[in-house]
C-alpha cells in the first residue's frame, strides 16, 4: 500500500464504508481517537456513487480527504450479480470429453423430491463450450499432449465466440498446470481486452465441477467486478481522497481494489464478512468467548456462530446451487430482514419473506412508492420504531404503515395492531430458527453465548431474541447500524492457497507437505509485504484436509506450524476431530491426507479506540420522551425512550425500554435490564441474573 504524504502534527485517518441495499455506511477513526460516522443512501444503479457521496459526507463533518491513510471496503457487487444473474457472457475451454460438466454437475439436483425441478443455470451456453485434446492421468503423467496447433485451434475457437471472459479449466489440471498456461498465455496474447482465467490459478483443488464452477464463476465476475473497482476508485479520487485502497473479501480478509478482479469469486461474502471480524474484536474487548452474531438488513439476516473468539471458516460455498471452492467465513442466511415483505399464501396463511421491498421502493412507511406490508412497518405500527429514527433524509409514516399491514390484517381478520404483532411473531421465529441452526443443529446450547445483534434492524429484536432462546447476554455494540464498516478494518489483508495432494499419511509423505507449506507460505508473505504491509504484521496459519481412507469427503484440521513434530501430530488431530464431530473416530484406520491450506494475514495498524469518558449527569437527562408501544407478547405499554448518546458508561436502565441513535433502535422487553459497558456497548440481561 502506498503511503500518504503529511506533516508530523497532522493525525491520520482510516476509513471504512459498507455499502448495503438500503444505506451506505462509513466511519472514520483519527490517531488521536476522534471518530466520524456517516449513513448515506446507497445508490443501487451504481455503488460508486454512493462510495464517493458516504467520503463527501465524512469531508462535511470535518475529516480532511488528504490525511486519510487507508480506505477499507466492503461490497454485495458481487453477490448481486450471481443473484440477479447480472454477469458476463463466458467461453469454457476444458478437456475433450468433459464439456458437459457444467450440465451434469455433480449428478444431482437440489430439489429430489420435486415434481416440477428447475434445471441449475449452466453459467456457460453449450455452444461456449470450447473442448481441447489434451488429458492428464489422475497421478498428474501426461496421457495426451497438447501441440501448438491444438493451442491455435482453441484460440481461433474462442475468438470467434464473442464473450465477455474466458475460463480454462482441464482435467487433473491441479496436479500439473502446463498446459493451462499454454493455453492462457495463448489466450491473453491473441486477446489482450478478455480477462482470462485457470482454475490452476484460483482452485488448485480436486472434484471437477466445483474447480470448473469457481473458474466460471470468477470469470464471469471479474468484468463486473474490475469495472466496479474502476469506477470506485475514479469516484473517490474525485473527492480528493488518494489513500490505498482495499475491498473486503470472503475470507475476512481484505484485498486492495487493483487486485481484486483477479479472484473475483473471492468477494461473494464480501459485506458480511466485515461484521465477523468486527465481532471477534468486539468479544475480546469483553472477555466474551463464545458469541453469536445477528447482522439484520434490510433484505436479509447474516448469523455466525463463533467459539474462542476465533472466526469459523468454511471452504467452500454454495453459490445459485453452484459449488464455489473459496475460504469463506462460516455464515448462515436468512431471507429476513426489515425490508420482508408480509403476505398470505393461497391458503391463506401468513408468510413473511424471502421477499423484500429493498431499497426502492422499500417499506410503505418510507413514502417511496412502497406498499406492501414489511417487518418495518410492523414496528412502525406498534411504536418500537417512531417517526424520524432512521438515517439519511427517511421520514417514516404511520399512517402508510398502517394501511400496508391492513391488507394482510382484513386477510386474516385481524386488526392492524394484530396482524402487526403477527408480523413480527413469524419474522422473529425466522431468527430463532436461524440462531438454532448454527448452534442446537451443532450440538451447541445457546444458553452458553452472548448474541451481538447489529445492522439497522438487529437491535430492534434483541430484548426478544434474549427472551425466547434463553441466551446468556445480548450485547448490542455501540454503533449497531455501522458496525461491519467498523468491523473491515480490523480483519486486515488475507491471502489464501490450497493444493490437493491426496496421500496417505506416513513418514514419506512428511517432506512433501512441508516443502509445499514452506513454498506457499513465503509466496504469501511476499505479496502482503509487495501489497505494503511490514513482515512483522503478517502472520501466517496452515491446515489440512483429511479422512479417512476410502471415505468420500474429509474434515479440516488446523495445524500450530508445519515443522516435524506439528506434522505427526496430523492423525491424532484428525482422529480428535472426528469423534467431536460424529462421537467415534477409528485410531486404527489409516488417514489420507486431501488439500493442504495456508491463510496469510497481514494486519493494520488502526487508531487506539477512546478511553471511557465517566461523565457526569443523570439518567434522567438521557430520556427524550414517553410513548406507548407494543412489544409483541406484552401488551401496549408507555414506556421511556433514551437517546443513546446522552447515556453514560455505567447508566443501567430497567425495561421495558426503547434506545434510539442515528442507526438503530434498540428495544427491551418488561424484565430485562441493560448496562452501558466499556466502549459505550449495551449489555442486556434478564433482571434475575444481572
Same mark, same amino acid.
Given at each position: ?40 443512501? &446507497?445508490?443501487? @444503479? +451504481? ?6 457521496? %458516504?467520503?463527501?459526507?465524512? /469531508?462535511?463533518? #470535518?475529516? =480532511? $480527504? ?22 458476463a457472457k463466458v467461453g469454457l475451454v476444458t ?77 487433473? &489440471?491441479?496436479? @500439473? +498446470? ?6 492462457? %498465455?495463448?489466450?491473453?496474447? /491473441?486477446?489482450? #481486452?478478455? =480477462? $482470462? ?208 399491514v391492513d391488507r394482510v390484517g382484513a386477510v ?152 516435524d513434530v506439528a506434522l505427526q501430530s496430523i ?120
Amino acid at each position: 500500500m502506498a503511503q500518504v504524504n503529511r506533516t508530523e502534527h497532522q493525525p491520520h485517518w482510516t476509513v471504512s464504508i459498507d455499502a448495503g441495499g438500503t444505506f451506505t455506511d462509513a466511519v472514520a477513526r483519527a490517531d488521536d481517537s476522534r471518530v466520524l460516522v456517516a449513513k448515506v443512501a &446507497s445508490t443501487p @444503479d +451504481d455503488p460508486s456513487r454512493g462510495l464517493a457521496n %458516504a467520503v463527501a459526507a465524512l /469531508a462535511a463533518q #470535518g475529516m =480532511p $480527504v488528504g490525511d486519510v491513510s487507508l480506505l477499507c471496503h466492503g461490497t454485495t457487487v458481487a453477490t448481486n450479480a450471481i443473484l440477479t444473474g447480472n454477469l458476463a457472457k463466458v467461453g469454457l475451454v476444458t478437456t475433450r470429453g468433459f464439456r458437459d460438466v457444467m450440465g451434469y454437475r455433480q449428478s444431482s439436483r437440489p430439489g429430489v423430491y420435486s415434481l416440477t425441478p428447475e434445471r441449475p443455470d449452466d453459467l456457460v451456453e453449450r455452444y461456449a463450450r470450447i473442448e481441447v485434446d489434451e488429458r492428464l492421468t489422475s497421478t498428474g503423467e501426461v496421457l495426451v499432449a497438447l501441440d501448438k496447433a491444438e493451442v491455435d485451434r482453441v484460440v481461433a475457437e474462442v475468438a470467434a465466440l464473442d464473450v465477455e471472459a474466458i475460463a480454462v479449466s482441464l482435467l487433473f &489440471s491441479y496436479l @500439473d +498446470d502446463t498446459h493451462e498456461r499454454q493455453l492462457g %498465455a495463448a489466450l491473453r496474447h /491473441a486477446l489482450p #481486452g478478455t =480477462p $482470462v482465467t485457470l482454475s490452476s490459478e484460483v482452485a488448485r483443488e480436486f472434484r471437477e465441477y466445483p474447480r470448473t464452477a469457481t473458474a466460471v464463476i470468477n470469470a464471469a465476475l471479474r468484468p463486473v467486478i474490475g469495472g466496479y473497482t474502476r469506477r470506485a476508485a475514479d469516484a473517490v479520487a474525485a473527492t480528493g481522497l488518494q489513500a490505498p485502497f482495499l475491498v473486503m473479501q470472503s475470507n475476512g480478509g481484505s484485498v486492495p481494489a487493483g487486485r481484486a478482479d483477479e479472484h473475483a469469486h473471492r468477494l461473494v461474502l464480501s459485506g458480511p464478512a466485515g461484521g465477523v471480524a468486527g465481532l471477534v474484536a468486539t468479544a475480546a474487548q469483553h472477555g466474551l468467548d463464545n458469541v453469536i452474531s445477528l447482522d439484520m438488513g434490510g433484505t436479509s439476516t447474516d448469523v455466525c456462530l463463533v467459539r474462542g473468539q476465533r472466526i469459523p471458516f468454511t471452504t467452500s460455498q454454495e453459490v445459485r446451487d453452484h459449488v464455489l471452492l473459496s475460504p469463506a467465513v462460516d455464515i448462515h442466511t436468512i431471507g429476513a430482514g426489515g425490508g420482508s415483505v408480509a403476505w398470505t399464501d393461497q391458503t391463506g396463511r401468513l408468510r413473511v419473506g424471502p421477499q423484500s421491498a429493498r431499497a426502492v421502493p422499500g417499506p410503505a412507511c418510507y413514502l417511496r412508492g412502497g406498499t406492501e406490508p414489511t417487518i418495518t412497518d410492523a414496528h412502525v405500527v406498534l411504536g418500537t420504531l417512531g417517526t424520524g429514527e432512521l438515517a439519511g433524509d427517511l421520514v417514516l409514516d404511520r399512517p402508510a404503515a398502517a394501511a400496508a399491514v391492513d391488507r394482510v390484517g382484513a386477510v386474516l381478520g385481524m386488526s392492524t395492531e394484530d396482524a402487526a404483532e403477527a408480523i413480527l411473531a413469524i419474522g422473529l421465529a425466522h431468527m430463532v430458527r436461524a440462531v438454532r441452526k448454527v448452534s442446537v443443529e451443532r450440538g451447541l446450547d445457546p444458553r452458553e453465548f452472548t448474541l451481538v445483534p447489529f445492522g439497522g434492524a438487529g437491535p430492534l429484536h434483541a430484548g426478544l431474541l434474549l427472551r425466547h432462546l434463553g441466551l446468556r447476554s445480548v450485547l448490542v455494540p455501540s454503533r449497531p447500524g455501522l458496525f461491519s464498516a467498523d468491523g473491515l478494518l480490523v480483519a486486515g489483508l488475507r491471502l489464501d492457497h490450497s493444493q490437493t495432494v491426496l496421500t496417505p499419511f506416513g513418514p514419506d509423505a512428511v517432506p512433501g507437505i512441508a516443502g509445499w507449506f514452506g513454498d506457499a507460505a513465503r509466496t504469501a508473505i511476499k505479496q502482503i509485504v509487495d501489497d505494503g504491509v511490514p513482515a512483522a504484521d503478517v502472520t501466517v496459519s496452515g491446515s489440512v484436509d483429511c479422512r479417512y481412507l476410502g471415505q468420500g469427503y474429509e474434515l479440516n484440521v488446523a495445524l500450530d506450524d508445519w515443522d516435524d513434530v506439528a506434522l505427526q501430530s496430523i492423525p491424532s488431530r484428525f482422529h480428535a476431530a472426528h469423534e467431536q464431530l460424529y462421537g467415534h473416530a477409528n485410531r486404527d484406520e489409516p488417514v489420507e491426507v486431501v488439500t493442504l491450506r495456508i491463510a496469510a494475514v497481514g494486519a493494520h495498524r488502526g487508531p487506539e479506540p477512546a478511553a471511557d469518558e465517566h461523565r457526569g449527569g443523570e439518567l434522567g437527562d438521557a430520556v427524550l420522551a414517553r410513548r406507548t408501544v407494543r412489544i409483541p407478547g406484552f401488551g401496549a405499554e408507555e414506556v421511556p425512550v433514551y437517546q443513546r448518546s446522552l447515556l453514560r458508561f455505567g447508566d443501567v436502565l430497567d425495561g421495558p425500554a426503547i434506545v434510539v441513535q442515528m442507526d438503530s433502535t434498540t428495544v427491551l422487553c418488561a424484565g430485562q435490564r441493560a448496562e452501558v459497558a466499556a466502549g459505550g456497548d449495551l449489555l442486556i440481561t434478564e433482571s434475575e441474573l444481572a
